[in-house]
């Protein structure tokens, strides 16, 4: 009875899953109130915030593309907090802030490294603008996102808003080319049926607008985050989204806001980001079981499939494909995963072919390897999660003394 039921719950997931892309396609296609109003006469103050961390040039270009944003120029400002990195970002900062003299920038660090959350509380208290735009240090934005940030705030029960992130090196390896399949397939898709409801339950860091005044009553709470008396300082993203909802705003994905960020390109690294991430998910699960009557009591039923049973699902995924191995090995190695695969794959790459102009696969089928990357982290990274919350390596932002030392600007 326990393996049946067991199973009967990953089929009810897995349909979930899918069926939030079917959905969100017929929506889509079909379904104009999915989109917000934009009022894009809305002209507020805004502070982009840019946490920072050893990313070196990369900041320089990310607030250079900041600086050619198709926004009145005395309207919005970047406030750029550097988290004691070990290269030379800083310099960069400064360099930026003395070649983008257009804009008003302000370049500060911290005392001592803290986290991206705090780094972001940091640097909100330099800031009075009206709308906050939290972004990655890595992250290139496309000269009409700040616009379509702001327009999408003409909604007045709409507390937090995010744009599409894309990939800016969707064919540089294998592991890249994945990943650029799997963003647009979330943001374009995945994403459309929490649109509809407002309810959208992770906007991704990389491009975060929030209602000033609403992030200031979530920072005491952003501070404070700790897992069993350990101070967490990764997820800030989902537990902001997640701290909007339980306000009574709505968040929401808008698509025609874009920015680029570098995906990483190797196996290793890619592992250490999902495993960051995975973490993340699993503190929020708790916290989703925790806080699950206010959930229901404001109608969130994206928040409760997305975050409950998904997570649930994954779980118990993990013990039936053991289990399955355990009695047959070769299970995976059949035919239809990897037709299904294949197919899957036909799909995306027709479907971003013909909707995207940025990000074209040179080798579309190179999903199918994504099967193999889905068992191994279905396998491995929830129990290594589970394993290791206490964990702040971020994993992917450390760097050798080569790296530090290339593209010095004071070299």
């Not at 946490?51 to 990369?58: H, L, M, R």
């Not at 360099?95 to 490294?113: H, L, P, Y």
């Not at 975060?208 to 005491?220: C, G």
Request: charged content about 20%.
């Amino acid at each position: 009875m326990a393996p049946l039921l067991m199973w009967l719950i990953m089929v009810l997931c897995l349909v979930i899953s899918l069926g939030k892309y079917l959905f969100g396609l017929i929506l889509r296609l079909a379904h104009p109130s999915v989109k917000i109003r934009k009022d894009y006469t809305f002209e507020p103050s805004v502070s982009v915030l840019m946490p920072c961390y050893n990313e070196g040039k990369t900041v320089y270009e990310t607030m250079e593309s900041i600086s050619k944003s198709n926004y009145p120029a005395d309207k919005f400002e970047i406030i750029a907090q550097d988290d004691c990195s070990a290269d030379d970002s800083y310099a960069w900062m400064l360099k930026a802030q003395r070649d983008f003299s257009n804009i008003r920038i302000r370049v500060g660090r911290n005392k001592e490294n803290c986290g991206k959350a705090r780094t972001v509380c940091n640097a909100l208290q330099h800031s009075t603008a009206e709308i906050i735009i939290s972004i990655d240090s890595d992250c290139i934005f496309h000269p009409n996102a700040m616009r379509e940030l702001t327009a999408s705030f003409s909604e007045p029960k709409v507390g937090s808003v995010g744009g599409r992130v894309g990939v800016r090196n969707p064919n540089e390896s294998v592991i890249t080319a994945i990943q650029t399949l799997v963003y647009y397939a979330a943001f374009e898709l995945y994403k459309i049926p929490e649109n509809w409801t407002r309810s959208v339950c992770c906007i991704s860091g990389c491009l975060f607008a929030i209602r000033r005044e609403l992030l200031l009553e979530i920072e005491p709470a952003i501070r404070a985050r700790h897992w069993f008396g350990v101070p967490v300082n990764q997820g800030e993203d989902r537990f902001l989204t997640h701290q909007t909802l339980l306000r009574g705003f709505g968040t929401y994905i808008n698509t025609d806001a874009l920015c680029w960020t570098t995906v990483p390109n190797k196996l290793s690294v890619l592992f250490k980001q999902q495993l960051r991430w995975r973490r993340s998910i699993v503190r929020d699960f708790f916290f989703t079981l925790r806080s699950l009557p206010r959930h229901v009591f404001r109608l969130h039923p994206n928040t409760v499939l997305t975050l409950v049973l998904t997570p649930l699902g994954a779980i118990i995924a993990l013990l039936v494909v053991v289990n399955s191995l355990l009695s047959d090995p070769m299970a995976w190695a059949g035919p239809m995963p990897m037709i299904t695969a294949l197919a899957i794959a036909a799909l995306l790459s027709w479907w971003i072919k013909k909707r995207s102009v940025h990000e074209t696969i040179a080798h579309p089928l190179v999903f199918g390897a994504y099967i193999a990357w889905a068992i191994a982290s279905s396998l491995f990274l929830t129990p290594l999660a589970l394993c290791t919350m206490d964990s702040a390596d971020w994993g992917t932002r450390v760097k050798t003394l080569e790296e530090v030392s290339v593209g010095n600007p004071n070299s």
